[in-house]
């Protein structure tokens, strides 16, 4: 990241997400259970989704498949 796109980061606007990895570190960090549907397509990822799961698994078999 460059130093200008950095500065125009806000991270209190109600658009911001979290990086996945950094949420993920923090699910790992406070010790909370984490399922991980296994999803084979965007799909089934979506469903998954609408379906509460915060984290998938994919395997590279699955994709290439």
């Known amino acids: 990241l ?3 796109l950095v500065n125009k980061i806000d991270i209190f606007s109600p658009t ?3 990086a996945p990895v950094v949420e ?3 699910m ?3 010790g909370e ?3 991980a549907p296994g ?6 990822a979506r469903v998954a ?3 509460g799961a915060r984290t998938l698994y994919m395997t ?3 994709v290439s498949a």
């Open 39 to 44: 999803v084979f397509d965007p799909l089934s």
């Open 33 to 35: 259970f984490i399922s």
């Open 49 to 51: 989704e609408s379906c």
């Open 24 to 26: 993920l570190k923090q």
């Open 2 to 4: 460059t130093t200008n």
């Open 28 to 30: 790992l960090d406070e």
């Open 16 to 18: 911001y997400q979290k």
């Open 60 to 62: 590279g078999y699955g």
